[in-house]
């Protein structure tokens, strides 16, 4: 087999066979295969997409690029939910606590910010002390023990993934259906669950810019998830504006630690609710979705969730103090009001521009060495559907640089589509299953 023939077949819009993408899969992993020539291959798919079985193939071949955990000890059915991607996207910080404050196990790797979504793990990492890097050993044993742990991608789970992504975002070749199936699904099933949630966001601030592509990407999934034996949920939901109010490290550790108490902005909670519904009845634990959304609500009320919360930070040597008070978290340097400069219904906030003003605010990377700065961001204190007067707080930025914080505001009131008509929304649109 050579690649120059696998690559010309894929640019000729031909099926490739298991083997010739395994091939692919294992000589690029072992760096027999040049980037120019995996790039040209990537190109060629990015064009002329791939078939349902081409796509399981592709995932099946990143999956075993690497080791797959085995969370088989752990209980017969284990639930990994995934998002992918969006802006103020802190789910799985609130998530994660809340199943596992309902005796479900919760063994949950997180990836890093690339770009203006940020990672989950980045944003755990602002409560001082909290190690995301530990063993697996450690990891499956923090599971046994206290019911959760969340760490990031330190093992090596689909090691061709991260090449063939990494790629990607270099070529422009990251909004493509197969290309994100396969890198989402290799992982999951990596990482050893056997049950998993997806949150499927669409709209400015997602991969898929509307229903159709959500759907098609859903789909794609669920059919990838049958063919290895994993089954898969799809929750599509709105990213047209940024999820909650708050968009950067701390600050969404704030909102999330807040929502734990019981404060909780209405978007936000509609996507935890349903994801967590889903999550419970795919672990066996109750397939009534609105007996299921009272009990995450009630583990909220009653405090269970954010004791649980406490108890993963604490055990992954985290300072919980900053959880008791959240105002030991370190505040940026510059707080600038952002006021609004007409009166009317907020009819829109793209969540990518928001995105991206964060992200040169520090709270992203560019590049992968980029290094965080974990205090700055934005926080919103009106979204769609709002009412606001002229002159009133829309948002507010915590930046530390003068010109970036001007920036911020600007860019800020430019993406604030104001109008005289009031807006209806949804966040969470469709379930697939
Ligand atoms: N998230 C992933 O893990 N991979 C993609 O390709 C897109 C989103």
Known sequence: MNIIDIIAKK?????????????????????????????????????????????????????????????????????DKHSTGGVGDKVTLILAPLIASLGIPVAKMSGRGLGFTGGTADKIEAIPGYNTSISEKDFIDNVKKIGISLITQTLNLAPADKKIYALRDTIACTES??????????????????????????????????????????????????????????????????LGYAVGNSLEVIE??????????????????????????????????EENKNKLLENIKNGKAYNKFVELVQNQGGDISYLEDVNKF??????????????????????????????????????????????VGIVLHKKVGDYTKKGELIATVYANNEEKANYAEKEILNTYKIGQEKVTKKTVIEIIS
């Open 11 to 79: 640019r000729d819009g031909k099926e490739l066979s298991e083997e010739e993408i395994k091939y692919f899969i294992e000589e690029y992993t072992a760096n027999r295969i040049e980037d120019y020539q995996a790039a040209a291959l990537v190109m060629a798919i990015y064009i002329n997409r791939m078939s349902y079985r081409e796509t399981k193939d592709l995932t099946m071949a990143m999956a075993n690029s690497g080791d797959i955990l085995d969370l088989s000890k752990l209980g017969e059915n284990v639930v």
């Open 177 to 242: 259906i197969p290309l994100i199936a396969s890198s989402i699904m290799s992982k999951k099933i990596a990482s050893g669950a056997n049950k998993i949630v997806l949150d499927v966001t669409c709209g400015y601030g997602a991969f898929m810019k509307n229903l159709e592509q959500a759907e098609e990407l859903s789909k794609t999934m669920i059919e990838i998830g049958k063919l290895a034996n994993r089954e898969t949920i799809c929750i599509i939901t709105d990213m047209n504006e940024p």
């Open 256 to 289: 999330a630690i807040n929502f734990l108490n019981g404060d909780m902005p209405e978007d936000l909670k509609d996507v935890v609710i349903e994801l967590g519904a889903y999550m419970i009845k795919l672990a066996g634990k109750g397939d009534n979705i």
């Open 330 to 375: 370190e505040k940026a340097t510059i707080i600038k009001e952002v006021r609004a400069e007409e009166e009317g219904y907020i009819k829109e906030i793209n969540a990518e521009t928001i995105g991206k003003i964060s992200c040169d605010l520090g709270a992203g990377r560019k590049t992968k060495s980029d290094k965080i700065d974990l205090t």
